[in-house]
């Protein structure tokens, strides 16, 4: 895989272009099911975060907290060195944190949003084994077997389908938390920053973001509340929310319903494009 920025990522297909940015603690291959239906349309350029999938840890981000405003600027490294002029950009989970930082830095590049299931407000509750991890000592010590539960079925639990394609992209985003220092990784991924702190940006920023926006949630998602789609689609200037008979990994669970709502949505018309 490519890499700019201090990040891995692969593009393929043709037409316009759309960034894929997943979530924590997934990897790129969490888009598979979708990029595969949109690539006959669209470019799909996809990212790997550091320490995920096919990245690792770059030697540029060792010791820094792997803040979204960072991140944003890396993968504005991305874009210019494919050459492109303006993408759209989705996000998952903390991906969709990313997305709407990326949205605040670079409103020029940007022609269209989408955030999927988008933890992005100060009042969120993390998952219990997130909120033990970040605890000095203790999450030290349960990190070896945390990082043996998410490959052991953990992750598996919240998925809505099981067969072998899926286990396979399962494999990938356990793959970086195998043995020691797969533990150590781990945890500087749920340590990676204060989340109250780091969420409250974020939804700062959300009134300021004029690129239309479409925000995907699970009705039956289990780690962020529906409620924050509709949150997020009002304080947007342009901002629309729709909601899918579903749980938290959208893109695997519900990769026909992304697409019929992505694809129009993503779209390009050349009226649309303004440098």
Request: glycine residues 8%.
């Amino acid at each position: 895989m490519p890499s700019a920025g201090g990040l891995r990522y692969r593009a393929c297909g043709t037409g316009p272009p759309a960034l894929f940015v997943h979530g924590l603690p997934t990897s790129g291959r969490l888009w598979d099911f979708v990029v595969e239906r949109l690539e006959p349309s669209f470019t799909c350029v996809v990212v790997d975060l550091p320490g995920f999938g096919a990245a690792p840890w770059p030697a540029r981000f060792r010791g820094v907290p792997l803040d979204p405003d960072r991140l944003a600027a890396a993968l504005d490294e991305i874009r210019a060195a494919l050459e492109l002029p303006v993408w759209s950009v989705v996000g998952h989970d903390a991906g969709a944190v990313i997305a709407v930082h990326y949205a605040a830095a670079f409103p020029r590049r940007l022609r269209r949003l989408a955030l999927l299931s988008p933890p992005i407000f100060p009042d969120l509750v993390p998952p219990l084994l997130f909120r033990l991890l970040r605890l000095p000592v203790a999450g030290d010590l349960l990190a070896p077997l945390a990082a043996l539960a998410l490959r052991k079925g953990g992750l598996q639990s919240m998925l809505g389908r099981h067969d072998a394609a899926a286990r396979a992209v399962l494999a990938d985003f356990t793959h970086p938390f195998r043995g020691f220092a797969g533990s150590r990784r781990l945890l500087r991924a749920v340590r990676w920053g204060e989340p109250a702190e780091v969420l409250a940006r974020t939804a700062a920023l959300l009134p300021g973001i004029a690129a239309p926006t479409l925000v995907l949630h699970g009705r039956r998602d289990g780690i962020i509340p529906a409620s924050f789609a509709t949150r997020a689609a009002a304080a947007l200037p342009a901002g629309r929310a729709v909601l899918f008979d579903s749980g938290h990994f959208l893109p695997l669970d519900a990769p026909l319903e992304v697409c019929g709502a992505l694809a129009p949505f993503l779209q390009t018309l050349q009226a649309d494009v303004t440098l």
